[in-house]
């Protein structure tokens, strides 16, 4: 699975770096064949922020944004909005009964 993480108009602190990747790491054991995920940090107007790209079979892409106080913040809230999406997908959820 290819990561990808960039930044637009701020700069990261490496341990940041790091953490995003294993979170990101840990997102795609999750997916079901996931195929690359991007991670963009941000900061517009003074407030930073996280866009979260997961693409996985089928050409599903699940898109999370997430905003806070700091980055490390908003990347909590996007790779938790990133997580809620993937247990909403069909992929994952069960086979409707007949018959109701």
Known sequence: ML???TTRHCDIPEDLRERARARLERLG???PRSHRIQLI??????RPGVELELHTSRRQVHFATGEGVDHRTALDRAVAKLRRQMGKSPARRP?????R
């Open 95 to 99: 086979p409707a009964r007949a018959g």
């Open 29 to 31: 054991q999750r997916a």
């Open 41 to 46: 940090f941000s900061a517009e107007h003074g």
């Open 3 to 5: 990561i990808t993480i």
